[in-house]
């Protein structure tokens, strides 16, 4: 993985910004730069082999601080869209992105999933994930959104078995088909998942579904 001087600075520099904020708003648990130069920027670019091999933009969602969707927006140059339902964590992005000089590269939306979903329907080549709910929640959020052979990449814990078992019984019910669950190690030696799936047709169901059912009432077959 190749990072440019630019690149570099730039991703220093949302970390300091996210750090500084964080004394004021509870942006991560993370306060330590070390411990978060790991666990979210290594973290998050850990999805950068996955999001290269697809065109277009993707959608962050449930972006928090930013991450994954700023990180990977720097090393690979696409356009993306963090949504993000708190808004005093909005405003913070927006301010980020401002800092960032990123404003015609990312933007975001204070919107809940399912209500970009009907804003710009079948419009993302990627839509990423991290530490946000189930890969059979993820699966039916991001459905809608995604263009056909789009991907929904998720970042998850190394135990994620039963998880992705309940996933993988209704992905072809929400359009998706398995590509790969693939094991990373961090430089603190936490082991951690990228798991793939990729839209292949439409959903068999009408989605998106009322807000918060995707979440409160996934499918389970």
């Not at 290269?52 to 959608?59: D, P």
């Amino acid at each position: 993985m190749e990072i440019t001087k630019e690149q570099n600075a730039l991703l220093e520099k949302h970390l300091d910004l996210v750090l500084f904020k964080n004394q004021q708003l509870n942006l991560t648990a993370i306060k330590d730069k070390d411990e978060a130069k790991v666990l979210h920027l290594e973290d998050s670019l850990a999805g950068l082999e996955e999001l290269n091999s697809v065109e277009g933009e993707f959608v962050d969602m449930g972006t928090g601080a930013g991450f994954p969707g700023i990180p990977l927006s720097i090393v690979s140059g696409k356009k993306a869209t963090l949504v993000e339902t708190v808004g005093k964590k909005t405003d913070c992005l927006k301010s980020f992105i401002n800092e960032l000089n990123l404003e015609a590269q990312v933007s975001v939306s204070n919107k809940r999933i399912e209500e970009l979903a009907v804003e710009r329907p079948n419009s993302y080549g990627a839509a990423t994930a991290r530490a946000l709910s189930s890969l059979s929640s993820l699966l039916e959020l991001a459905a809608p959104l995604l263009v056909v052979n789009g991907l929904l990449i998720c970042y998850k814990g190394n135990k994620v078995g039963e998880e992705l078992n309940t996933a993988l019984n209704i992905s072809e019910k929400l359009g998706f088909e398995f590509v790969s669950n693939r094991k990373y190690v961090l430089s603190d030696r936490t082991e951690h998942r990228i798991v793939v799936f990729k839209k292949v047709k439409e959903p068999e169901v009408k989605l998106p579904r009322k807000l918060g059912f995707a979440q409160k009432k996934p499918f389970t077959n």
